[in-house]
């Protein structure tokens, strides 16, 4: 895990203290709202409808226990005892109070993290596989170039102050579990016939009220030319970008109206045009990061662990939780343990300042000392041996952390919607939660299978609506919640935006809406299918009939 050297330090330290002075001169009146916004954006912090809100970078996903025990810390002193973790690999506390931001802020600092750039008009927080390093079908850990990222983008004086927001995304395997067709820049990592590393570049992808997906820059890039083609990219978006009109703004935007093949060869052009930037990213830098990311002192071990499977025979609940929970680590004897933050009728990515120190002391004793983030709001403890997996279970479900729907009905992602944001325009979480319950048990979960449910409250899709196999957009009516639904969105390497159903659906019938939809699969489905598998075969058509036709 990446280790901040003297400039992070520095960097951190000298922000925290200006951020202080900046509040304080707000808190005594001498700074108004209106010059305090964009200070206070810059270090995370938003005003939402109850209170402030801090939203906290977690690179690439990556947390230590000491960085888990401190957010837990946080929870507990300056919020109402939780945190949400986001579908950008963030925490959010909901409830802070702006004369403790700063100590906030000093003591995210203290344990090397901090909330800059996780707002504003700059690149935001950098993701990738919650898996990466560990799985089993990965061609290399993406997040030593992640972090070069990181360090690249961070307060860049060219890319400060962008036309719009901007996400990246990165991920080093073939089957793609970060969602890089739905950012702005997306990477895939690939390897050519001489076995050499090389980036599949897509840019102009997003969700929001124009979703896409991102279309191909460069197929193969070499990995010691990333960063100058990344800036080409930047410098394209800076110049042509339009700054009339936010909803018009993102990169996706200047991709669709000057049309795929005109925006490579504008970003080509900006490449060959500043030969001097096109010193290769120096290898020594790279290495430097890398080592910081090696393998764990993994011990030799057998595929086959008796103890566990004794322990999958004499423990049916504990054989449901590791048959959904559990995934294919790349080293024989060990597994990727999931952690749902999803409990029946528990808010989506939400974890108490208590569960966040118990993941903490089971990353500490059983996993590397490593947590891991997942844009499905859902924690990963990357490297467990399989002889420990029945302990790790056991102190998850003593602490609510032991649902087994990883993946299934219930694992649902959602924002916070209007419950807390101020941009909201219906709720998402009362949903979530009567959702969850509605299909909380564990053989029904078993028998839909895999589903993504994803759940937004605005047009602003923080909850991935549009590519949830089943995607849910909570909007105003007059006044009245309604939500709509859309069938078939998909983030993986064949991503899709899901296509809208009809007219919406008051709050009170959402259930049952999903109910009649999840039905109508099972009644048409073809023996093994999983949903999205089957909607693309059949269409929207008896979905619709299921729901309308009695209209």
């Given at each position: 895990m990446y280790r901040y050297d003297?400039?992070?330090?520095?960097?951190?330290?000298?922000?925290?203290?200006?951020?202080?002075?900046?509040?304080?001169?707000?808190?005594?009146?001498?700074?108004?709202e209106d010059e305090f916004r964009p200070l206070r954006l810059m270090n995370g912090l938003y005003l939402q409808l109850h209170a402030y809100m801090l939203r906290v970078a977690i690179p690439y996903g990556t947390l230590s226990s000491r960085q888990m025990r401190q957010l837990g810390m946080i929870a507990d002193k300056y919020d109402k005892g939780y945190g949400h973790f986001t579908t950008r690999q963030n925490i959010q506390y909901n409830w802070i109070k702006l004369e403790d931001a700063a100590d906030i802020l000093q003591a995210l600092a203290d344990v090397e993290m901090h909330a800059i750039q996780t707002s504003g008009n700059c690149i935001r927080n950098v993701t990738t596989d919650h898996w990466a390093g560990a799985a089993a079908d990965e061609i290399s850990d993406p997040r030593p170039v992640g972090e070069l990222i990181r360090q690249w983008s961070s307060l860049h004086p060219e890319f400060s102050f962008l036309p719009r927001k901007f996400k990246i995304a990165i991920t080093g395997a073939p089957h793609d579990r970060a969602a890089v067709k739905v950012h702005d820049i997306g990477m895939r990592l690939h390897r050519n016939d001489k076995g050499e590393a090389g980036w599949e570049v897509m840019v102009g992808g997003g969700q929001g009220r124009t979703p896409m997906i991102a279309v191909t820059v460069r197929e193969f890039l070499p990995e010691k030319e990333l960063i100058p083609y990344l800036e080409a990219i930047m410098r394209v978006y800076n110049l042509y970008g339009r700054r009339d009109n936010k909803y018009k703004a993102r990169i996706k935007i200047l991709v669709h109206e000057i049309g795929a093949e005109k925006f490579r060869s504008e970003v080509e052009a900006e490449y060959a045009r500043h030969p001097q930037q096109q010193t290769q990213v120096e290898e020594r830098e790279l290495s430097r990061i890398t080592a910081y990311f090696a393998d764990p002192k993994f011990e030799k071990l057998s595929r086959f662990n008796p103890a566990f499977e004794d322990a999958r025979r004499g423990n049916a609940a504990f054989a449901r939780w590791a048959k959904n929970n559990l995934a294919t680590h790349k080293k024989d004897g060990y597994a990727i343990v999931n952690i749902s933050l999803k409990a029946p009728g528990e808010i989506p990515g939400d974890a108490t300042g208590e569960q966040m120190r118990v993941m903490a002391d089971l990353a500490e004793r059983y996993s590397h000392d490593e947590l891991r983030v997942s844009h499905a709001q859902n924690i990963v403890l990357p490297h467990v041996k399989l002889s420990d997996v029945f302990a790790v279970w056991q102190a998850l479900s003593e602490h609510g952390l032991g649902a087994a729907n990883?993946?299934?009905?219930?694992?649902?992602?959602?924002?916070?919607?209007?419950?807390?944001?101020?941009?909201?325009?219906?709720?998402?979480?009362?949903?979530?939660?009567?959702?969850?319950?509605?299909?909380?048990?564990?053989?029904?979960?078993?028998?839909?299978?895999?589903?993504?449910?994803?759940?937004?409250?605005?047009?602003?899709a923080c909850g991935h609506h549009h590519v949830g196999h089943i995607g849910i957009l909570g909007l105003d009516k007059a006044?009245?919640?309604?939500?709509?639904?859309?069938?078939?969105?998909?983030?993986?390497?064949?991503?899709?935006?899901?296509?809208?159903?009809?007219?919406?659906?008051?709050?009170e019938d959402v259930p049952d809406v999903i109910e009649k939809i999840l039905a109508t699969y099972l009644k048409t489905r073809h023996a093994g299918e999983e949903f999205l598998a089957t909607?693309?075969?059949?269409?929207a058509k008896p979905f619709k009939e299921a729901l309308y036709a009695a209209a």
């Open positions: 003297e400039f992070d330090h520095q960097f951190v330290g000298e922000r925290t203290a200006q951020f202080r002075d900046q509040a304080n001169r707000r808190l005594s009146g001498e700074m108004s990883y993946g299934l009905a219930g694992d649902i992602i959602a924002c916070p919607g209007l419950d807390y944001c101020s941009l909201a325009t219906a709720r998402s979480i009362p949903i979530a939660q009567a959702i969850s319950r509605r299909f909380a048990d564990f053989d029904r979960e078993q028998d839909i299978g895999n589903i993504k449910i994803n759940i937004s409250g605005c047009i602003n006044g009245e919640e309604y939500y709509q639904i859309t069938l078939g969105g998909s983030s993986s390497e064949n991503a899709a935006i899901g296509t809208i159903l009809g007219p919406g659906f008051a709050f909607y693309r075969r059949v269409g």
